[in-house]
């Protein structure tokens, strides 16, 4: 069983495996588009997405560290001056893949992998009404009065509800 094991094997020793998905980055930020075969293409998109996560970042140890995917220094200049500017406020998801025909000598499934040109709007999150009914609502307390002001603003509320009640009637 293959317990906790990330990533596919794609049919080679993991030495080769290293190497094509070096020289498959390499080539697609080059040219930021690649066809490949189906699982290829997914699995370029871990490598892919890990390294526009390290150009976004933009210092020193995330270049050197994407010089040791990538071993052309004028592609990891690129990633970092050109593209990872335009994903700075998208927060993943660089990528798309998409399906195109089999191909024709063994029938693989063929894909496109291309980095994603849309602008990036976040969702507005709306407020919860259970947390805004949780929150309650503080107001501000009165001054407090004097014992004479106390005293003369019920009479003068009750003179003034007296006049309302002794309206004539018709």
Aim: no cysteine; proline share 6%.
């Amino acid at each position: 069983m293959r317990h906790n094991k990330i990533g596919r094997r794609l049919g080679r020793k993991p030495d080769h495996r290293q190497h094509m998905m070096r020289n498959m980055v390499t080539s697609f930020f080059e040219h930021e588009k690649l066809t490949t075969t189906d699982t290829r293409a997914k699995e370029l998109r871990r490598v892919v997405d890990r390294m526009v996560t390290l150009g976004k970042r933009g210092d020193l140890h995330a270049r050197r560290q994407a010089l040791q995917v990538i071993r052309d220094k004028k592609v990891v200049a690129k990633l970092f001056e050109m593209i990872a500017p335009r994903y700075q406020q998208r927060p993943g998801g660089y990528t798309r893949i998409i399906k195109v025909a089999n191909r024709l000598g063994d029938n693989a499934p063929m894909s496109i992998i291309e980095l994603v040109e849309e602008e990036f709007s976040p969702k507005v999150k709306k407020a919860a009404p259970v947390a805004a009914a949780a929150a309650p609502v503080v107001e501000a307390a009165p001054e407090v009065e004097t014992t004479e002001e106390v005293a003369e603003a019920p009479a003068a509320e009750v003179a003034e509800e007296t006049t309302v009640e002794e309206k004539p009637e018709n």
